[in-house]
């Protein structure tokens, strides 16, 4: 499959919003919950966009700020990655992230490209020390992505969430950039 990843604007936030509500009404690879919503979850688009915009439009290396890649085909966004710095002032040398491919492009390649993207981007930040992100125990494709990756497991979060009646186990993953 042919696709492109571009750096998301302000002026992509609305396709970028569909296709983040689209990835989030769906399970991960198995059949498993990939994020902490039930598949029915009432999305309110306008918050999402309002938060996206809010986000994206932050001054750089400050809480709450920003950076996404999206993959594209044909001209629809179908998978992305993001690097959210922390939300305080005192968090902002780390960043947190956040990765979605839709259901009917996984495994051909997406995921580990946005992830080279992201990361070849951050490894050329002075500002950026660490990585952080959260990942379900039993999302066996994901870990092994991120571990691949040189992401560190830190520890699992037992119960941390449960959707629609199942007791997820939460694992914290860090990966320490040269910078440091
Ligand atoms: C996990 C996810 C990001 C991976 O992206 P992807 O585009 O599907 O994966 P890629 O094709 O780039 O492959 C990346 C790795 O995963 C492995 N993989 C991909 N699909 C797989 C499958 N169906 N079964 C087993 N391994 C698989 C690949 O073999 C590859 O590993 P390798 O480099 O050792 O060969 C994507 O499937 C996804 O969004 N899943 C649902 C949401 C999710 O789990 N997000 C992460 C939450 S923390």
Sequence with gaps: MNFSIKQCSVDDA???TRHCITHMREKGIGGIYAHPFPTN????????LDKIVKSLSSKPFSPNWSMIWVAVVDGKFVGHVNL???????????MRLGIGIENDYR??????????????????????SWI????????VVARKLYSGLGFKEQGTIQDALRVENEMIDDVQMTLKLSSL
């Design 84 to 94: 959210k710095c922390g939300g305080v002032e005192a968090q902002v040398h780390r």
């Design 132 to 139: 952080d992100l959260s990942v379900f125990a039993h999302n």
């Design 107 to 128: 495994s051909q390649g997406i995921g580990k490209a946005l992830m080279d993207e992201a990361l070849s981007w951050a490894k050329k930040q002075t500002q950026i």
């Design 14 to 16: 609305e396709l970028y």
């Design 41 to 48: 979850h009432k999305w309110d688009e306008a918050e999402f």
